[in-house]
């Protein structure tokens, strides 16, 4: 699997370049609609964390919790709706696209039970736009961690973005340092913040440039995307 190389490649001249040890950034391979001999295929090469945009194809790709490989981690990075979120918590490590109180709740009730926690990310909508899934702005994002007095069987590990679209660089390093900023705030209030997911196959050298500590790549390690296999 030459594009994993490959990116891990670019990951440690892109840290580098920046006065970063690519040690501080973490590769999240993305397998939407690829087959689970490809995800075993990076596996082999060392791959160890997963990310997967649908819950239906991480049930259905994936061995259950406790079955699967060694050391091997997925998380839910895709949108969630609530009517998913008793499936996405039985099978998911780690969800990242927590996006609403509403969700929390959710999430909360679903886990109460089996007194399990959680890990999460809150979900950023950095860029401001509509189609997009996060809390849009400071206001949004301070209420959410307010909220985590009432749901405690979430943990909150840090925040995601996804950069705009069209690749404008200037747009995506602010859309990245905005979040940034947000993560540093966050800390500085003693939350326990360790992830900062920003960064996919077209943006993660500007990610990794504006202090991103995950990168989720998929079409740079795994190829185009066969939409039908997903």
Known sequence: MLGLESVRDGIRRAAS???????????????KTHPYEAVMEAYAMGQRLFGENRVQELASKFPPPG????????????????NKAAKAVQIADRIDSVDSTGLMDELEKRLAPADRVLDILFEVNSSGEAQKSGFT???????????????????????????PLGGDEDRTRKAF???????????AMGYDLHVLSMGMSGDYVTAIEEGSTEVRIGTAIFGQRDYGNG
């Open 137 to 163: 702005c400071e206001e949004e994002l301070m209420a959410a961690l307010e909220h985590l007095s009432l749901t405690p069987h979430l943990r909150l590990a840090g925040l995601m973005t996804v950069g």
């Open 177 to 187: 340092a905005w979040t940034r900023s947000l993560y540093d705030r966050i800390r």
């Open 67 to 82: 079955q699967r490989p060694e050391g091997m981690t997925v998380c839910l990075i895709g949108h969630l709706q609530r």
């Open 17 to 31: 370049s920046c006065g970063r040890s690519a040690g501080e950034v973490t590769l999240m391979a993305v397998s």
